[in-house]
């Protein structure tokens, strides 16, 4: 096995206790993270994990499923027979266990208890809960009851999303947990606040002279985040029939990213201090006066059959599990303002949506162009310069500036300075997942929504959701592989704007120029 450069800082001894572990999260996330950590010398070698699920299984047989998890989905592939991999994998232990065997929280005490006296543990015990959002009440209390809260170490709660249908249901799934648990005990994943791009973007605004100061409604025209998907809904129909692209897209990735463009510059760089400046940014978020004005500020759709990469897809009322008479959405678009002194006027425009032409998650900040009656614009079709963050699949940055064609005499062309950052580190960027495993064990909650963020959220996304409900904004059919509702083009049309192609779409009026790292 090739070795791999150890860091310095290391996680505090503790032991994983994942309910969950038999399911796909786990297989395809979890597992390869933690061994990620653990290569990279980011875990303590004072760890266990103890994998939860109702499936009977040998201890054996779920250190096979780890090994088989690793090979095919982590960044560093095992060997069964390579000693490291031998003694990662002696820190896997397997309890079946239903959640809700009051009981059974006995063993699981006394499993976790041989482990740290095993590993020397101080009684830190981490919780991950990768199980439906309506089990996580009942878990806490019977983890307390199950006496897995006494031991001297921390003990933190890692839930995942969705955290609740609507506000209501949120309010008192939080208000149950935090009877067991206080709220900076408890860690709310958002995947996406894990990806690199996404962590970048706050570093490219606050750590350049070039762009801070130009950071406002002065020189913004606006803002583009689109979160596509290629895929429909899956194996996943029941699920997202109930939920939809708003609640599944909207409340959690689509705003998150909006307050990491809005956000003003934290005073200290403390995990509280920067999750205010977020919660700002969703109170400053414009609500809807009515649901006239939902129907003109937001779109919805739903795909139909349609053709993509030359094979037929079929229509989501077609789909497995999907009510054949559903009015649940799988695109939205919308307008949105943040009403505060740096942002007033400048609208942000998000779409998500599945079965669209091309997979990718990307912030598009379009400034204002040169006035059309000064020097060179009075001759050329001088375009808006951008800067766009690549979120994922591809990772990076690019700005689009005007500059003269070469050979031309005083041709103005667009060209783009590219960054591409998973072209630079290769397969083995840290995901997203590792992120937040390792700052949950360090206690570091940046990355992770506070509750009032949760319920902010919620309570913007019900207020369109309660229009919809009233019959505000027509469900839009679009064909698989388009763009979604033309509905959506025209909410940027009535402005003066466009959407900006996306990584996956042609764009053939600008010159690439490379740009490498120093």
Known sequence: MSEVKKEAVRSEGAVFILFGATGDLASRKLFPAIYSLYREGKLS?????????????????????????????????????DPEWIRFAEHFEYLSLDTNDTEGYGRLNAITQELEAKFDIAGNRLFYLALAPNLFGSVAHNLKAGGLLDSLGYHRLVIEKPFGFDLASATELNEEIRQVFHEEEIFRIDHYLGKEMVQNINVIRFANAMFEPLWNNKHIANIQITLSETVGVEDRGGYYDHSGALRDMGQNHMLQMVTMIAMEAPGRLLPEDIRDEKVKVLRALRGFAGPEEVAKRVVRGQYAAGEMKGAKKKAYREEDKVNPDSETETYYAAKLFVDNFRWAGVPFYVRTGKRLPAKTTEVVVEFKKIPDNVYLAKSQNLLPNLLVFRVSPLEGIYLKINAMQPGSEGTVIPIAMDFCQSCQVGINTPEAYERLIYDATRGDSTHFTRWDEVALAW????????AWAQGSGELLPYPAGTWGPEAADRLLGEDGFHWWPVSGQEESDVIWVAATPM
């Open 459 to 466: 309570q913007f996304v019900d207020s369109i959701a309660s």
């Open 45 to 81: 070698d004072k760890f266990a994990v103890v994998g939860v699920a109702r499936r009977p299984k040998t201890r054996e047989q779920f250190r096979s499923d780890v090994f088989h998890s690793i090979h095919e989905f982590a960044r560093y592939k095992g060997v069964e027979t």
